[in-house]
């Protein structure tokens, strides 16, 4: 993990309090990481938590003074993983069709890395069959997943839905990269 890059998404969902736990430990591994947040996950943790962890301003906006070329293709660049977690419904429809209308979206079709995807979302949205269709065109696409468990989810109900521990996504990642060959710096 010692110096490697890794972009972390952060779409709006409840779950977006366990990424910050993720990033804290990315980084205590010695990991590299730039978060990018959407509209929507701010509403649920604030942007200063991710910069106060991974020691990097937060990227929201596709241009910026801070990235000449786009944040997007800058950040895509210098990744060599881009983990999304949580990855909402709307964010697996979003990357299965190809849509691009953030900087998460946009900085994903720029992505040429490994895209590892931790799904939270409440059960019976997890259920349905445009989800899951979603989630087998982003496998055949070359996603990896890190699947959802069962537990209480926020609507009070109990189902698969919970987006998998921050350890369990570290570990993920940590097996991706080993496959992964590290980037010229």
């Keep these: ?81 881009l983990c999304v977690a949580p990855a909402t419904a709307s964010f697996l429809a979003k990357a299965a069709t190809g849509a691009a209308d953030d900087l998460l979206s946009t900085a994903l079709l720029c992505f040429e890395g490994p895209v590892l995807l931790a799904p939270a979302m409440n059960s019976q949205m997890w259920a349905k069959p445009a989800v899951q269709r979603n989630v087998e065109r982003l496998r055949a696409d070359g996603f990896h997943f890190v699947e959802p468990q069962e537990g209480w989810l926020s609507c009070r109900q109990v189902g698969a839905g919970r987006m998998a521990e921050p350890e369990t996504i570290l570990r993920a990642i940590e097996a991706l990269l080993a496959r992964t060959p590290r980037r010229a710096s």
């Design 1 to 81: 993990m010692r110096d490697r890059e890794i972009l972390i998404g952060v779409t709006g969902g409840i779950a977006a309090f366990k990424t910050a736990a993720l990033v804290s430990q990315l980084v205590q591994a010695g990991a590299r990481v730039s978060v990018v947040m959407t509209e929507k996950a701010q509403q649920f943790v604030g942007p200063a938590t991710f910069a106060a962890l991974s020691g990097r301003p937060v990227a929201s906006a596709v241009f910026d003074d801070a990235h000449p070329l786009g944040a997007h293709i800058e950040l895509a660049q210098r990744a060599e993983l």
